[in-house]
């Protein structure tokens, strides 16, 4: 499949980048090192997300490429190909799908259990760690001369989507590609930090008093918070609050599934799943119009926050 995308993308011109909303280290860092390659091929290429990316991730290398859809984009770019990092579903692009359909191609590079191959081309392996470990791959197979921002951008979502090499996720092959990134000379200490310990201060409060609400539920292995708009809007931009919760949370000893339950709206509920290995929250996200993998998964619920609460409390009690 390496080869055939290979050859997909000698043969076009006209490319955007994508990767799904509000993306991670793994979604940004591998979008960003297609893109440089692409550029280094002198293709036109455009790495467009549906929100742009979080400002905590302002730090990666060369993030300013990424550029938030617009209807003008619309307009204004006509690609041939479409490459798709990190999403298990295309309705995970969010409105940068506006280009899908009209006769582009689509390359699917991938490694969520729960891809639904929506590609033409389908780069997926599941046994990876993270996309940016499939792209490293690809790049090699490309025969493409890493750059000292490829390395670091790649990095960091190997880093990141492995929980600093702490999920099962985590291989030999893993440890071989950061040994061949590592050689750039890269500043691990001062990357890590940028990622996890840069909470703003003033967060810390309304973070207390947040996880203060947090229930416990059947013989205390289930641990369900709840953040409804007006408690979300407390915390700064610069904050991911989520990541945070599920960092706190793991590391408590017994809980088997952490579920955090976001007010997107007033009758649309975003849910979020972490899971220590007993209950596949893949399978479980599928039933509230989600997916992702085994111990990490999302989905929604057009329910208010209280009843989608209910309903996934319910539900969860089955698949434990
Ligand atoms: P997170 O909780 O970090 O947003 O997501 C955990 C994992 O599940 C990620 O790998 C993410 O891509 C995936 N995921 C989150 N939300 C959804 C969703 O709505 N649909 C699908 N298919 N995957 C999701
Ligand atoms: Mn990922």
Redo the contacts with the bound molecule.
């Keep these: 499949m390496q080869r055939s995308i290979l050859r997909t993308i000698k043969a076009h011109t006209r490319f955007i980048v994508t990767m799904?909303v509000n993306p991670?280290p793994d979604a940004l860092g591998s979008a960003l090192a297609m893109t440089i390659f692409l550029r280094s091929l002198g293709k036109e290429v455009s790495l467009v997300n549906d929100s742009a990316y979080p400002s905590w991730l302002r730090f990666m290398p060369q993030s300013k490429l990424c550029r938030a859809f617009s209807a003008s984009l619309v307009k204004a770019l006509k690609p041939e190909v479409l490459i798709v990092l990190?999403c298990?579903?295309i309705r995970?692009i969010g409105q940068v799908a506006q280009w899908a359909g009209r006769g582009v191609k689509i390359i699917n590079i991938d490694h969520?259990v729960?891809n639904t191959r929506f590609g033409d081309q389908n780069l997926i392996d599941i046994k990876s760690s993270s996309t940016s470990e499939i792209l490293y791959g690809f790049l090699k197979t490309a025969r493409c001369r890493l750059t000292r921002d490829m390395a670091v951008a790649l990095y960091l979502g190997i880093l990141t989507d492995t929980g600093s090499f702490g999920f099962d996720s985590t291989s030999a092959h893993t440890h071989e590609v950061i040994a061949e990134l590592l050689k750039f000379d890269l500043p691990v200490g001062e990357l890590y930090r940028q990622v996890y310990e840069t909470m703003p201060k003033n967060d810390l409060k309304p973070f207390l008093s947040l996880m203060n609400t947090l229930t416990l539920h059947h013989d205390e292995k289930i641990a369900c918070l709840t953040i409804t708009q007006s408690q979300a809007k407390k915390f700064s931009d610069d904050f991911d609050l989520?990541d945070k919760v599920f960092g706190f949370l793991r590391a408590v000893k017994g809980i088997e599934v952490i579920m955090i339950l976001a007010e997107q709206q007033k009758k649309k509920t975003r849910l979020?799943f972490r899971s220590r290995g007993k209950v596949d929250v893949a399978r479980f996200?599928s039933q509230f119009?989600?997916?992702?993998?085994r111990n990490?998964?999302?989905?929604?619920l057009d329910m208010p926050l209280k009843r989608a609460r209910a309903c996934v409390l319910k539900e969860i009690v089955k698949a434990l």
């Design positions: 799904h991670d990190d298990g579903d995970r969520h729960t989520k979020n996200a119009n989600g997916g992702g993998h990490a998964s999302g989905g929604f």
